[in-house]
């Protein structure tokens, strides 16, 4: 009997799970959209670099990254800081955002602070629930916090 109950244990296990993505009239609720962070967007400072590759880095609070963008490529926002604006959810952090182009001249620098808002991507009934911001620098060396989620990378 222990062996048939040992045997169980996983079955019962993945059973759980599924339900846990179900939402209301058996609605799947995925992870898709699910990610925290601070959404960088940039494409309005590309007209700035003479169809040169740029690399775009971002700092939310203390957690960096950086994308090489090529020319001809789209600016697709992309998504920074996970980690710290799961810990702090709806929290203001502060967001830097360097670009640098030909050569490491200096197209861009700026900086913000941001309050992530919550974001339910598959619905208010179905989980998960994260929190993120939105910041769009301009061709000015200004850095914006924008509303709403941006869509992309």
Same mark, same amino acid.
């Given at each position: 009997?222990g062996?048939r109950? @040992?045997?169980s244990?996983?079955?019962? @296990?993945?059973?759980a799970?599924v339900?846990?993505c179900a939402?209301p009239?058996g609605?799947?609720?995925?992870?898709?959209? @699910?990610?925290?962070?601070?959404?960088?967007?940039?494409?309005?400072?590309?007209?700035?670099?003479s169809?040169?590759?740029?690399t775009?880095?971002?700092c939310?609070?203390?957690?960096?990254?950086?994308?090489?963008?090529?020319?001809?490529?789209?600016?697709?926002?992309?998504?920074?800081?996970?980690?710290?604006? @799961?810990?702090?959810q709806?929290?203001p952090?502060r967001? =830097?955002v360097?670009?640098?182009g030909? =050569?490491?001249?200096?197209?861009?620098?700026?900086?913000?602070?941001?309050?992530?808002?919550?974001?339910?991507?598959?619905?208010?009934?179905?989980p998960?629930t994260?929190?993120?911001?939105?910041?769009?620098?301009?061709?000015?060396?200004?850095?914006?916090?924008?509303?709403?989620?941006?869509?992309?990378?």
């Amino acid at each position: 009997m222990g062996a048939r109950l @040992a045997s169980s244990v996983p079955v019962l @296990a993945v059973a759980a799970l599924v339900g846990a993505c179900a939402g209301p009239a058996g609605t799947a609720c995925t992870l898709i959209g @699910a990610e925290p962070g601070v959404d960088i967007g940039y494409g309005q400072v590309l007209r700035h670099t003479s169809g040169h590759p740029v690399t775009v880095r971002a700092c939310v609070q203390s957690a960096c990254e950086a994308i090489d963008v090529t020319p001809g490529q789209p600016a697709y926002p992309f998504r920074v800081g996970r980690a710290v604006v @799961a810990r702090h959810q709806d929290a203001p952090v502060r967001v =830097r955002v360097t670009i640098r182009g030909h =050569r490491g001249h200096l197209v861009f620098a700026g900086q913000t602070t941001v309050r992530p808002h919550q974001v339910q991507p598959n619905g208010p009934s179905c989980p998960p629930t994260v929190w993120v911001g939105r910041v769009v620098a301009s061709g000015d060396h200004t850095l914006t916090a924008a509303p709403g989620p941006a869509h992309g990378r």
